[in-house]
């Protein structure tokens, strides 16, 4: 990939600043827009719509997305035609392990031929406490059961604790070894309820990272805004994989917008991805036409007004300098650039 010309602070590079990260070698982008994406909206795409996103992610360069539910057919079935396009491509699916029938759902995502199976456990106080009514031993068995039980499978197996931030963090690294001993081969955590901070992120992630050896993941969700920051507070401290919409888009406030997150993690990291950002906003905009929503026109990145100049000291700053306003040019991410008088 064509190094991206830019023009961020300095400070983003300082010895100081960069020896406080543990940056982790290789770097999973999980696109995640077809599940939670779609679920947080009213609105559904098509099969055709699907397929159509699967192919221009893979040729952006994302190597992972998740389709959605196992216990979904209408699901399963755009797994299995994804896999008919013969793209490198590594599909997820999700079980929810508290549903009684969960093992049956997991055979039919073996089946439809996915890569990635995750299974979602409740990971916090709240949720054994107010939800399920269980105890730490109880859950301890019962995660125990599953991993057993799925051990002899030849997929990816990854165990996600959902509401994680809001966990126990003794009792997590306790739960999540386990798991792992049983035999997942990655672990994920959420930010469900955007209910961190990022330098607790940080914390919390590079704690999970020491205590793990198999790949950590995160799922951060918007809802103080802060799931860009935390995706990155995550990276920071060694988390290999990260889930991501497009715009953003997902429940309530949404979740870690793939545009600003890769954008951030290249130009303010000089972290290669080697993905062609240049079909960002194209991507973005095809999937809220294909939702049937809109994109404000000041979001980051990809919005229509954010490369727009119109204060006249602005403009004339723009017109000698093209980064004096900006850190990267529009046509890096497929947007473009406005400059008017006000």
């Not at 797994?79 to 793209?87: A, D, Q, S």
């Not at 992120?201 to 793990?212: A, I």
């Not at 972290?271 to 809220?288: D, Q, R, W």
Request: with cysteine.
């Amino acid at each position: 990939m064509k190094k991206i010309e830019s023009h961020p602070s300095k400070y983003n590079f300082l010895e100081p600043v960069k020896a406080k990260r543990n940056l982790p070698r290789n770097l999973i982008v999980s696109d995640v827009t077809m599940r939670e994406g779609e679920q947080g909206l009213p609105y559904k795409m098509s099969l055709e719509q699907k397929l159509h996103l699967a192919e221009k992610l893979c040729e952006m360069g994302i190597s992972q997305v998740q389709v959605g539910f196992a216990k979904s057919e209408e699901d399963l079935q755009v797994v299995k035609e994804i896999k008919k396009l013969n793209l490198p491509l590594k599909l997820e699916v999700i079980i929810q392990t508290y549903l009684d029938n969960w093992y049956e759902y997991f055979q039919a995502g073996v089946e439809s031929g996915a890569d990635i199976i995750s299974m979602i456990y409740h990971g916090s106080e709240i949720r054994y406490q107010y939800i399920e009514e269980i105890s730490h031993k109880e859950v301890l068995e019962f995660c125990q059961g599953i991993i057993d039980k799925i051990a002899h499978e030849k997929v990816i197996k990854r165990f996600s604790f959902s509401d994680a931030t809001r966990g126990d963090l003794e009792f997590l690294k306790e739960l999540s070894s386990k798991v792992v001993q049983g035999g997942a081969d990655r672990v994920a955590f959420s930010d469900t309820s955007g209910a961190i901070m990022p330098a607790a992120m940080k914390h919390f992630v590079g704690e999970m990272v020491k205590n793990l050896e198999v790949p950590v993941q995160v799922h951060c969700h918007n809802d103080y805004g802060l799931a860009v920051a935390n995706s990155l507070a995550a990276v920071e401290a060694g988390a290999q994989i990260v889930d991501v919409t497009l715009n953003g888009f997902g429940e309530r406030a949404g979740n870690t917008p793939l545009e600003e997150f890769v954008m951030a993690l290249i130009v303010f990291y000089d972290y290669e991805l080697n993905l062609k950002t240049g079909m960002i906003s194209e991507l973005a905009h095809y999937v809220a036409e294909a939702l049937r929503t809109t994109i404000s026109p000041r979001k980051a990145i990809i919005g229509e007004e954010a490369f727009a100049h119109r204060h006249s000291s602005h403009v004339k700053m723009t017109e000698k300098y093209k980064f004096a306003l900006e850190t990267i040019s529009p046509e890096v991410v497929g947007n473009k650039r406005q400059v008017g008088h006000q």
